[in-house]
């Protein structure tokens, strides 16, 4: 049985049925947390709970969608009962889509908000205020990514939602602060998940079996695996950002203060995503 501070803790994690979520639930499940996993596709959940358990931890799972109306209390009140208590939430569900904004429906573009965004910031008010009503304190995390501190071409939407996401965790860290709960955002760069081919699927896109496109420098490719060392770095230590890479880190602080230096390779960017996706989807709904 494993030994150390988060040991017999409880944490809840939305998209976790894959990914950064599944990679961090056998890590939090490695290191003595009890995890309950939330997905819209049971099955999928079902799998990465079997992987855990054997291996000896231990886990629950919940299948729904985190924008359904009340979906937070009933994730929170399902945990609770499962274990006792929650100590962590990790908000990672979400998705993209490589579509220029101007032919993106207003449907798509709110759907986007309501699951990346809106359910995120749901399931933290809702925990915290169940911490603060009991004076516990505890930790919430959100999956935001690189893309919050500087957007591409054809991802204008998907990085309006993770910019909302760190705004708004970055916030909360400073109200939630005085009753002992931690936030943190989580800034992952290309990451070898299921991400890519479904934001391609809905955009239309062949990726022939890549997970990521390839165009994409390796230097920016990680593995889910590393996303999750360094969100239980995170859960040891605290921090504000969870940056798993220095150097695009810097990068992005480059970019925020000379963004002239970015619209060369914006507009490189553009010219080949134009060329992917095509006339029609750079034209036509």
């Known amino acids: 049985m494993a030994i150390g501070p988060l040991s017999g803790k409880v944490a809840v994690i939305t998209g976790g049925n894959s990914g950064i979520g599944a990679a961090t639930a056998h890590a939090l499940a490695a290191h003595g947390m009890a995890v309950v996993l939330s997905a819209r596709r049971h099955d999928r959940l079902a799998t990465v709970a079997d992987s855990i358990r054997a291996k000896g931890g231990r886990v629950h799972t919940f ?26 939430v990790f908000a990672n569900a979400g998705y993209g889509m490589e579509r220029a904004h101007h032919v993106t429906t207003d449907a798509d573009f709110r759907r986007m908000f309501e699951v990346n965004f809106f359910a995120s910031v749901d399931l933290f008010s809702q925990t915290a205020r169940r911490w603060i009503a009991r004076k516990q304190r505890g930790h919430l995390l ?139 989807a750079a034209h036509e709904f």
């Not at 979906?71 to 009962?81: C, G, K, M, P």
């Open 63 to 88: 299948a729904c969608d985190v924008a359904a109306p009340n979906a937070s209390l009933h994730l929170l009140d399902e945990a609770e009962r499962s274990f006792g208590g929650v100590d962590v």
């Open 142 to 280: 959100m999956t935001s990514s690189c893309v919050a501190k500087f957007t591409l071409p054809y991802f204008g939407a998907y990085a309006a939602t993770k910019a909302s996401q760190a705004m708004m965790c970055r916030a909360m860290r400073f109200e939630l602060e005085p009753y002992g709960i931690e936030v943190s955002s989580v800034h992952p760069v290309s990451t070898i998940t299921d991400f890519f081919t479904e934001s391609a699927a809905r955009s239309g896109i062949p990726m022939h079996g890549k997970k990521i496109p390839s165009h994409t420098p390796k230097i920016f490719v990680q593995h889910p695996e590393q996303v999750a060392r360094a969100i239980v770095r995170c859960l040891q230590k605290p921090s504000s950002e969870v940056w798993t890479s220095r150097t695009v880190r810097l990068a992005a602080g480059v970019i925020t203060a000379f963004p002239w230096i970015f619209d060369r390779a914006c507009r490189r960017e553009a010219a080949r995503s134009r060329r992917h996706l095509g006339e029609k």
